[in-house]
């Protein structure tokens, strides 16, 4: 049995969820919340195995959600969006949330979603779509990838300055610049997330 927590607003849509979820043989719904605010202490209780987050049309609760998944690496947080921008479909590839299930679907793409989750896998519907769209929408410039892709071996910004024959300080700008756009944390976060994306 997977146990499913689910945080969704307005109440009928959680509970209408909630109740289609349950008719699965092999999910409990352990937990229902409209915010995901308490989502962490709430886990721990209930034992959920994963989390299931509704967020709204423009997508304001992502960075709720993205840091959500980063105090849960034990529990996959999937995201469900109604129409998900380019922008929220980079910022969910580069994050650790392990899957984005948009509205339109049927309630079996979402129960198959939360199994593949629970087995480790990452789920982002509809896929084929998805990297299409993330592969046409490269922000990144050319020399930006040069950089980005010399930092992901590991090179010292000293010796990627060097390669590319830029100043340190440029190389530093580079970075910056990247970690933004690929709306990152972290240059470790930028790389995985422009891989992920097929950006390198």
């Given at each position: 049995?997977?146990?499913?927590?689910?945080?969704?607003?307005p109440a009928?849509?959680?509970?209408?969820?909630?109740?289609a979820l349950s008719g699965e043989h092999d999910l409990a719904i352990v937990g229902q919340l409209d915010r995901a605010d308490d989502v962490v202490g709430l886990v721990g209780r209930s034992g959920a195995q994963v989390v299931i987050v509704d967020i709204d049309p423009d997508a304001t609760g992502l960075d709720q959600v993205q840091r959500l998944s980063e105090h849960l690496p034990e529990c996959p947080v999937i995201?469900?969006?109604?129409?998900?921008?380019?922008?929220?479909?980079?910022?969910?590839?580069?994050?650790?949330?392990?899957g984005l299930v948009t509205k339109d679907n049927r309630i079996k793409q979402l129960t198959q979603a939360v199994r593949r989750v629970v087995a480790g896998e990452r789920v982002i519907e509809p896929t084929r779509a998805v990297v299409s769209l993330l592969r046409a929408?490269?922000?990144?410039?050319?020399?930006?990838?040069?950089?980005?892709?010399?930092?992901?071996?590991?090179?010292?910004i000293a010796d990627i300055a060097r390669d590319l024959q830029l100043?340190?300080?440029?190389?530093?700008?580079?970075?910056?610049?990247?970690?933004?756009?690929?709306?990152?944390?972290?240059?470790?976060?930028?790389?995985?997330a422009a891989d992920r994306a097929g950006w390198m």
């Open positions: 049995m997977i146990n499913v927590l689910v945080v969704a607003e009928l849509f959680r509970r209408s969820l909630a109740q995201v469900l969006a109604s129409d998900p921008s380019p922008r929220v479909l980079r910022r969910v590839i580069g994050s650790r949330i392990r929408g490269n922000p990144l410039t050319n020399r930006e990838v040069d950089v980005l892709r010399l930092a992901a071996e590991g090179l010292p100043a340190p300080a440029t190389v530093r700008n580079y970075l910056s610049i990247i970690i933004r756009k690929t709306g990152s944390q972290s240059r470790v976060e930028a790389i995985n």
